[in-house]
């Protein structure tokens, strides 16, 4: 992409903020990509005000995730150790056991705690890979690289009449649904995406410079998508920028921007980097009920597939990997005949091959996460389906496999599990043919649904179960169910 070696790169603020969010070894490598586009680089003063704005809550939210598991981890081997001991110890003297026996036990059970010790030690460990922590908010490196990287390459603020204006068109596309910005309606401040763009449009034209921007949201009022996918900017942002600035207008995405410096200015991007990147992106998008449902028999065929996918990638990339080490033998080699064209030819050559290596790993990476995914315990909803918490990413991976072979492996009913309407699960119920401890989460959601009680969000499932007994017992005697709040999952 010649583009990202003449154009001015205009970076958004969840790219700035995502840099909390990467270990230290992926942190290093987003900002020396970004460190080689040079003067180009450069972000708006909305940007660099919204950061701000949200760059502590980021530390504090990263730093809370550790902190909770560690202590849920440290609670339940505090209560575990007593009690386990305890009655271990109740258990001998009743039984009566003899000296070995009782120490064998006892040992057994001194072993979990020891387990538990190592799992707390790792959590440590990976929070130290991520090297953020509360102690950012007193002295943050991570700003200060920031601030280096950045410095005289921030726009100022718009003067105040002409912020005026532009939030009053923020505003009215917002209300007309007309990008970029108007996903953001629910925002406290849902002007932020059109004032980067209005920035970012006269730093542009003032440079006369194509304008690229880099960002994690592949949202629908910036990207074009055909099949859920991203493929570029908006038609109408790209006519947009060109009747204002007279040059193009490209949207990237954090991952795709980050395998192009590596084809382009040589940065180091490794596959972990790649798939951190990946997960970062997913994990913001992720809703906390994402399960997809499978019948047991397509998860079977779906993890042969995968597997014969996963050693064809495999292959390929060890292929890949000997033309590489080939190419950067003959671009060593100061005997070549090849003579300049030649030369740049084969670097030319070399610069593709390894973007292709740098997405085949990251394919064989995907293919090896998600057959681990669908190996593990399933969340069984019946004989019927299994489902599986997926990522976006791994549902398009999904799909990707369902379009080369040919088969539909995720139902495309959402409710192809739902074999009952909720008048037979409530007659089966009376009936005492279904006892309500044994009714699926799917099963009482359709109870409630067509009762109009089930509200919109996440509740759990004991919440489900009180309101569907609830329900039960008005219709029985013929009153109304009593309104309740609903539980947070």
């Known amino acids: 992409m010649q583009v990202l070696k003449s154009g001015l790169v205009v970076v958004d603020t969840n790219v700035l903020l995502d840099a909390y969010r990467y270990t230290q070894a992926a942190r290093l490598e987003l900002f020396s990509a970004l460190k080689a586009l040079g003067d180009r680089l450069w972000i708006p ?33 505090k209560s575990y150790d007593a009690a386990a001991v305890q009655q271990l110890r109740k258990f001998i003297n009743r039984v009566a056991l003899n ?29 130290a ?10 002295s943050d490196p991570v700003l200060e690289e920031l601030q280096t990287l950045f410095s005289g390459r921030v726009g100022e603020p718009l003067p105040p009449e002409e912020m005026e204006v532009a939030r009053q068109e923020a505003e009215e596309r917002v209300r007309t649904g007309r990008p970029p910005g108007f996903k953001d309606a629910s925002k406290d401040d849902p002007c932020g995406d059109y004032l980067l763009w209005h920035q970012s449009l006269l730093e542009a034209k003032r440079r006369a410079l ?48 980050l395998i192009y410096a590596q084809s382009e200015f040589n940065a180091q991007v490794s596959v972990a980097t ?88 990251y394919a064989t990476h995907t293919y090896a996460e998600l057959l681990h995914v669908l190996s593990l315990p399933d969340h069984d909803h019946g004989s019927e389906v299994v489902a599986f918490p997926l990522l976006p990413s791994q549902i398009d991976m999904i799909r990707q496999v369902e379009n080369s072979v040919g088969r539909k492996f995720i139902p495309r ?61 008005a219709e029985e005697s013929g009153g109304e169910p009593a309104d309740s709040v609903p539980d947070a999952e």
Do not use: C
Not at 50 to 70: K, P, Q, T
Not at 220 to 234: H, T
């Open 210 to 257: 194509p304008f690229i921007l880099v960002t994690r949201d592949g949202k629908a009022d910036w990207f074009l998508e055909i099949r859920g996918k991203s493929v570029g900017a908006l038609p109408e942002l790209v006519k947009e920028a060109f009747a204002f600035t007279g040059a193009d207008f490209i949207a990237l995405e954090t991952k795709t921007f």
């Open 274 to 361: 790649l798939a951190q990147t990946d997960a970062i992106r997913s994990n913001a998008k992720r809703r906390k009920d994402a399960f997809v449902h499978f019948p047991p028999a397509a998860v079977d065929e779906l993890k042969i597939v995968l597997e014969r996918e996963l050693e064809a990638h495999q292959r390929a990339r060890e292929t890949l990997r000997a033309r590489i080490d080939f190419l950067r033998t003959v671009q060593r080699s100061e005997t070549s005949e090849s003579g300049s064209v030649g030369k740049e030819v084969e670097t030319r050559d070399l610069h593709h091959e390894e973007m292709t290596l740098t997405n085949l790993e």
């Open 99 to 127: 000296e070995d026996a009782a120490a064998e036990l006892l040992e057994t059970a001194s072993s979990v705690g020891v387990a538990l010790g190592k799992l707390t030690e790792r959590i440590n460990e990976l929070q």
């Open 129 to 138: 890979a991520h090297g953020v922590s509360d102690r950012f908010l007193r």
């Open 45 to 77: 003063h909305q940007v660099a005000l919204e950061f701000h704005r949200n760059r502590l809550n980021v530390i504090a939210s990263h730093g809370d995730a550790y902190s909770e598991v560690a202590k849920a981890v440290a609670e339940f081997r």
């Open 413 to 473: 009913d959402p409710d192809f599990w739902r074999r009952k309407s909720a008048a037979d699960l409530k007659d089966a119920l009376r009936a005492g043919d279904m006892s309500l401890d044994k009714l699926s989460i799917f099963e009482m959601r359709t109870i409630l649904r067509d009762a109009k009680m089930l509200p919109l969000g996440a509740v759990t499932g004991s919440w489900l179960r009180k309101q569907v007994l609830a329900l039960l017992a």
